[in-house]
């Protein structure tokens, strides 16, 4: 038996052939012998760690975002961290989005992890203070009635303050991962949320860089492509300019 391989550029699953000897006859009572299967793996020879999506604005730039009217980069003492970080800009109580393309990154056949540090400096969230990231958002406006995707944040306009991991549908979120986790003012939040080639989440905080703590898995495919990622803020007009985001990452291996 001749098998012919032919290779591409596109990172996927390892695989795996078995062929087996089945249904002998003839002879003088053949039969296909110990050994009456063969199994041949086929491992990718794309595999690695690929760089999708980082921004850290040290450049202080916003080029490549959309939606930036409402956010600037900031140097202050504040800042998330080096030299800049995002912050929402504002003067009214307002929903504000901005976000940048992810350019229809696939997420089956591959880990995908995203990475990103937050910052609320106003009052305790709330139903009307909020904020979220979509990580992985079927259009730029994170607050459309069609958005698609999933979410990190808290609320959600809702009265529950503890961090989640949400399915978005047209605009509507359901949890996928609820932590225990109650975000507090002034803390930086570092997240780290994996989604393996399976549908198989993770998500995972830490505060003001003390180490990460698991908060949850859950097993959820609905979403299978990766369109935008998004920062969004809901806030009063007393914590207006409060909101802000950092050292954003993609990866992915496979």
């Known amino acids: 038996v001749s098998v012919t391989i032919t290779g591409n550029t596109a990172c996927e699953r390892n695989e795996t052939l078995v062929f087996g000897i089945q249904n002998t006859s003839g002879g003088c009572e053949a039969n296909a012998g110990i050994i009456d299967t063969f ?3 086929l491992n990718d020879d794309e ?3 690929e760089l999708m999506f980082n921004e ?3 450049d202080n730039d916003l080029a490549g975002w959309e939606n930036t009217t409402q956010w600037e980069t900031v140097n202050s003492i504040a800042t998330i961290s080096g030299d800049y970080d995002l912050r929402q800009t504002q003067t009214i109580a307002a929903n504000d989005y901005i976000s940048h393309t992810l350019n229809s990154t696939e997420l089956r056949g591959a880990e995908t992890t995203w990475n990103f540090n937050l910052k609320f400096g106003g009052t305790e969230t709330s139903s009307n203070n909020w904020v979220m990231a979509v990580i992985s958002g079927s259009e730029s406006d994170a607050f459309s009635a069609t958005l698609d995707g999933y979410a990190v944040g808290v ?3 809702t009265a529950t303050d503890n961090l989640r ?3 978005i549908d047209n605009g509507v979120y359901t949890d996928v991962i609820t932590s225990a986790y109650d975000w507090s003012t002034n803390i930086v939040l570092g997240i780290e949320v994996t989604r393996d080639e399976d549908g198989n989440w993770e998500l995972l905080y830490e505060e003001d860089g003390a180490g990460l703590i698991a908060a949850g ?3 959820e495919a609905t979403y299978l492509i990766a369109d935008y990622f998004s920062y969004a803020a809901i806030v009063t007009v007393g914590n207006v300019n409060k909101a802000r985001i950092d050292d954003i990452k993609v990866e992915q291996y496979g």
């Open 165 to 167: 991991l949400v399915r």
């Open 56 to 58: 850290n604005w040290e």
């Open 39 to 41: 199994a041949l793996h």
């Open 155 to 157: 609320n959600f306009g």
């Open 47 to 49: 595999s690695g760690t």
């Open 217 to 219: 898995t859950a097993l």
